[in-house]
């Protein structure tokens, strides 16, 4: 019990004197997370609709690929965008290793399955309700998913949090291709990593304290806007 | 030597002003603080952002050689002078030394290292290797080598691999109550050292070397290779030098520099 | 089965224009999953403004009225609407038995199906006003589609289909799920759309409604026509032993 104790005392303090450190490591998670999640969206939502709602071959099979690279290890992806973003690989010349835009792109990597699969089941639940009604109607493929997009709008929210948590939380990719290079690419989960690897396990605890509300932060944000808007907006 | 050494920094102060310089290390010196002492000294002096990887000395090598960095600090002699003859670095510098130490929970009364290993072997330890081809890990495999003894064959028994990083193996030995081998430094600001003392110190064969690599621009076209050499001669220089001696834990040293001209 | 000069006789009976029947069928068959729905249907619906389909459960009215606005393709036979060219889907809508209603505000409902219909932007609020009022929901406009009413559901349905401006009007069991005063709305609502021209088909079991509302019966049974017959012909007097049989409530299959 020691060590939580100590643990909360620790992310009290760093908390309350608001230390610089803390907060650029904290600033940067967010920028990074929120960033990837941002760009899986922009992938996930239209690929996840054509997925749940279109017709076209091969559809199954990318439904079953996206599906399964949900479980996509981080440190696996980490590794693969390394080789990739490496001076010595075929992406050497941008000079993105060791960058946020490096991690940006590896959480995008592990989010991008999250959004798209979840958005396929919400949109083919949707879908499957909405079919006959499309059909009478004689919408064009693409106005039906805008349809179904804007309509499960808020069972999309649950999507996106998926994938915030996912980002938030995973550290294997982007200690690889960030580095953990301090005040550069140091964030929440690989100061953690590196305060453990230090011993310093209550630091380390605290730090993961700190991480733990900010999600629950976030989330409830997030349940909190989609309340109200559902309330304000057309249910 | 410095004040030309200086007025060479002045001078291109302004074109390496906004550079950085990325140093691929081993963990031993970032775990240790040392980093944390020595470089704000350095970019308060040069100018030059320095950005530390710190990694495994065996990825830390292979990053350097697919040119992911500008300097390679690392410990593990024999690896260094290959990358150095392969071309990929300039010629490498000696910066610093410390020891390795095994620690347990008992103290192990031996003539060498390699006699306190052939103890351990015989009480079925428990010993934790890190077994991630690190300087540290190197080093543990000579020590056994030179015990005739072969702990791989008990792997999973009483010797154990982890896989993972000085710190991550050390909290695993205080949990597990077992031996494992480190170095100085890192063992000295570990703050998790539980009921763990040290069990065996104070060899030759435990001497833990230091070393400075610039890679090679002719290797690698887009390294920093203007920051590169003044990190390297700054580092193995009077200023660098005295800045690793005055860093200590307690009254004790954590480094020894011993850079020669 | 069509006898079309009786058909004729009672649109004029009724005071409808003569015009041809909306839509003709000839010899349909409509298999699911290896089982014969409709076998051999032919008729002709939707010369007077109400045409109702009958029949016990089972004998392939909804399957037939899926037909009709192209959610399914006859395996034989074929279908032929008045209008000369091809069935164009906005002149024909569909109101299903249970409505299917987008996660939107009545009037969101409503503005959606406008815009899929092709009514100009600056032209859809007013359109989507006139359609409220018309429904009676008017003071339902903001509220979520979903939180209505079953009745007020029904209501919404119907008029989004009349968004269409269809010249068909189908209608699968409107008032199946409906207490009696909900049910005598959407029977209003159904007489003012066929004042403004409209043609309906409506698939019922409640004899009641089809007396108050139809011109003409056609009773399906095991996927054939087994008679079809004027509204009140059939309720006084159906020429078919499997009408008689349904309207006494002796149903059999």
């Known amino acids: 019990m020691q060590d939580f104790t100590t643990a909360f005392f620790a992310a009290f303090d760093l908390v309350l004197t608001l230390d610089p450190d803390l907060m650029q490591i904290v600033g940067l998670s967010l920028l990074v997370s929120g960033a990837a999640v941002a760009l899986s969206c922009l992938i996930g939502f239209p690929l996840g609709a054509a997925l749940g709602a279109g017709r076209f071959p091969g559809r199954l099979p990318l439904l079953v690929l996206v599906n399964a690279a949900m479980g996509l290890p981080p440190v696996v992806v980490g590794l693969t965008l390394y080789l990739l973003l490496s001076r010595a690989g075929p992406l050497g010349p941008l000079g993105l290793l060791y960058t946020p835009a490096a991690m940006i792109l590896a959480q995008a990597v592990l989010v991008t399955p999250i959004v798209a699969a979840l958005t396929a089941q919400i949109v083919a639940d949707l879908s499957e309700e909405y079919r006959d009604l499309f059909a009478t109607m004689g919408m064009s493929r693409t106005a039906q998913a805008a349809t179904l997009m804007w309509d499960g709008r808020f069972a999309l929210t649950t999507a996106v949090l998926a994938g915030a948590g996912r980002a938030l939380a995973e550290v294997g990719a982007v200690i690889i291709v960030g580095g953990n290079i301090d005040h550069v690419t140091r964030v929440m989960t690989t100061a953690i990593a590196l305060e453990t690897s230090r011993g310093a396990l209550e630091l380390a605890l605290g730090l993961g304290l700190i991480l733990l509300a900010l999600s629950l932060g976030i989330n409830a944000a997030l349940m909190g806007m989609r309340a109200t808007a559902r309330r304000l907006a057309d249910g | ?261 | 089965m069509v006898e079309s000069n009786r058909l004729t006789n009672l649109a004029h009976h009724r005071g409808a224009q003569t015009r041809p029947p909306a839509v003709r069928l000839h010899d349909i068959q409509l298999r699911r999953g290896g089982q014969p729905i409709l076998r051999g249907l032919s008729a002709e619906l939707g010369q007077a403004d109400v045409s109702a389909i009958m029949g016990p459960n089972g004998a392939g009215k909804t399957q037939l009225l899926r037909l009709l606005a192209g959610l399914a393709q006859p395996d034989g036979g074929t279908v032929h609407f008045a209008w000369p060219d091809a069935p164009e889907k906005h002149r024909i809508a569909l109101v299903f038995q249970r409505p299917v209603l987008l996660r939107r505000s009545t009037l969101g409902n409503l503005s959606h199906a406008l815009r899929q219909y092709g009514v100009p932007r600056r032209r859809r609020l007013s359109r989507a006003m006139e359609l409220l009022a018309f429904g009676d929901l008017t003071d339902r406009a903001r509220t979520p589609a979903r939180a209505l009413s079953g009745g007020e559901q029904q209501r919404l349905a119907l008029v989004r289909a009349m968004a269409a401006a269809p010249d068909l009007l189908l209608l699968d069991e409107p008032t199946s799920n409906l207490d009696p005063r909900s049910t005598a709305a959407i029977e209003a609502l159904i007489l003012r759309a066929t004042a403004q021209g409209v043609r309906v088909i409506l698939v019922t079991h409640d004899a009641g409604q089809a007396r108050r509302l139809a011109d003409d019966i056609l009773f399906l049974h095991d996927g054939q026509v087994a008679e079809h017959s004027p509204a009140a012909r059939f309720f006084d007097m159906p020429a078919s032993a499997q009408a008689a049989a349904y309207l006494q409530g002796d149903l059999y299959l």
């Open chain 2, 1 to 261: 030597m410095i004040r030309l050494a200086s007025l060479f920094v002045l001078l291109t102060l302004p074109a390496v002003a906004q550079d950085h310089i990325l140093i691929q290390s081993t963990t031993s010196t970032q775990n240790s603080g040392l980093y944390d002492h020595l470089l704000p000294v350095f970019e308060a002096e040069t100018g030059i952002e320095t950005r530390v990887v710190a990694v495994g000395t065996g990825q830390a090598i292979r990053n350097a050689t697919n040119c992911d960095g500008d300097v390679l600090l690392v410990h593990a002699h024999a690896a260094e002078d290959a990358f150095v003859a392969a071309g990929y670095g300039l010629p490498r510098r000696d910066v610093m030394y410390n020891d390795f130490i095994l620690i347990g929970p008992d103290v192990i009364l031996a003539d060498s290292p390699a006699d306190a290993l052939t103890l351990l072997a015989r009480a079925q330890g428990p010993f934790l290797s890190r077994g991630d081809d690190s300087g540290t890990h190197r080093r543990e495999t000579e020590l056994w080598r030179a015990a005739g003894i072969d702990p791989t064959t008990s792997s999973g028994t009483w010797y154990r691999e982890t896989g993972s990083g000085m710190g991550a193996t050390l909290n695993i030995t205080a949990a597990m109550d077992a031996y494992t081998l480190t170095d100085r430094a890192t063992w000295l600001t570990f703050a998790n050292s539980a009921d763990l003392i040290i069990a065996y110190e104070g060899h030759a064969d435990l001497n833990n070397q230091y070393g400075v690599i610039a890679v090679s621009p002719d290797h690698c076209p887009s390294v920093n290779a203007t920051g590169a050499r003044i990190f390297v001669d700054w580092i193995t220089g009077p200023q660098g030098q005295a800045t690793i001696a005055a860093y200590r834990m307690n009254g004790a040293p954590l480094f020894t520099p011993n850079a020669t001209e």
